[in-house]
Each structure stands twice: as structure tokens, then as C-alpha cells.
């Protein structure tokens, strides 16, 4: 059981660059896995990407592969999501997650997996 709480949200226009952050709090940090997710206007939650405990494996859903950079820095408990050549369909409240991962260093792109939530930053891509 861990807390989550994203940051670095805002307004850019299209081919802009953001970094989104997430501290995590409340428990065995690197034991947990990570991921990012995000839920367009009208849209369900979808996977970004994801970070394995160890910060070895890493996953990301097609359309922001070569965008995206998922990273984590086990010693300040933080988790990033680099945006760089944003577009207007990247517009979304992005939310990071944990789920506990004790014994594989397994990344995790199934929501259901993760068990902690952040509160969400919006992040709006204008054209």
C-alpha cells in the first residue's frame, strides 16, 4: 500500500515536451512496479507505459513508443513520464500506479494489476 501523487501537467502545443512526476510514499518503494496510464475525455483508463521494480524493463503502448520515456529514481521514490513531440491526441489526465512486485522484476501494462493510484495531472495538447 503505497501513496501516489503526479505532477508536471499543463497546456503545450503540439511537438512540445513535458515531464510529468510522481512521488510514492507509504511503502517499500523498489518492490513496487510502476506505470503510467492516462484517460482521454470520454475514453476509458489506458496504459502509457510501464517500469519494471528495477527500472530494467520497460513497456509502452505503440502510440507513444519513440515519444515516451518512462524512468524511475529509486532514491528520491519518484517515477517520470517524459513527453517530448506531443500531440493533440495525447491530451488526457495521466495518472501513475504501483503494484507491489516482491519477487520478479516483471513490468506490468494491465491496469488491473495495479492496486495504487495516483490523483491525476491534465495534461491538454493544443494545436
Known amino acids: 500500500q503505497v501513496q501516489l501523487v503526479e505532477s508536471g501537467g499543463g497546456s503545450v502545443q503540439s511537438g512540445g515536451s513535458l515531464r510529468l512526476s510522481c512521488v510514492v510514499s507509504?511503502?517499500?518503494?523498489?518492490?513496487?512496479?510502476l506505470g503510467w496510464f492516462r484517460q482521454a475525455p470520454g475514453s476509458v483508463r489506458r496504459i502509457v507505459g510501464g517500469?519494471?521494480?528495477?527500472?530494467?524493463?520497460?513497456y509502452y503502448t505503440d502510440s507513444v513508443k519513440g515519444r515516451f520515456t518512462i524512468s524511475r529514481d529509486n532514491s528520491k521514490s519518484m517515477v517520470y513520464l517524459q513527453m517530448n513531440d506531443l500531440k493533440p491526441e495525447d491530451t488526457a489526465i495521466y495518472y501513475c500506479?504501483?503494484?507491489?512486485?516482491?519477487?520478479?522484476?516483471?513490468?506490468?501494462?494491465?491496469?488491473?494489476?495495479?492496486?495504487?493510484w495516483g490523483q491525476g495531472t491534465q495534461v491538454t495538447v493544443s494545436s
Open positions: 500506479a504501483a503494484v507491489r512486485s516482491q519477487y520478479s522484476d516483471s513490468v506490468y501494462a494491465s491496469s488491473g494489476r495495479y492496486g495504487d
Open positions: 507509504g511503502g517499500a518503494f523498489t518492490e513496487y512496479a
Open positions: 517500469i519494471s521494480k528495477s527500472g530494467g524493463e520497460t
